[in-house]
């Protein structure tokens, strides 16, 4: 599903415009990645979890070249499925 779709799909759903639908999608997004940034937790219950996690600097190899490198720490956004979620996966 991509941005589209998910903005037609809330906008059936909730019974709104299409207009109307994009801009929550939008403000959303917006929202969260703020609070992603400053290192909040996002919760959504029933649905999951969206965290920062920082992965530590390691060692690696350039596969092109056999060159031993150092992949620089880095922060990632992980999301973990809610429990209702992953009942609804099986």
Request: no cysteine; aromatic share 2%; proline share 3%.
């Amino acid at each position: 599903m991509n941005k589209t779709e998910l903005i037609n799909g809330i906008a059936v759903e909730a019974g709104m415009s299409k207009v109307q639908a994009k801009a929550a999608v939008e403000a959303a997004v917006k929202v969260m990645e703020a609070a992603l940034v400053k290192g909040d937790k996002i919760s959504l219950v029933g649905f999951g979890t969206l965290a920062v996690h920082e992965k530590a600097e390691r060692n690696g190899v350039n596969p092109a070249t056999g060159a031993k490198i150092t992949i620089p720490a880095k922060k990632v956004v992980k999301f973990k499925p809610g429990a209702e979620l992953v009942e609804k996966m099986k």
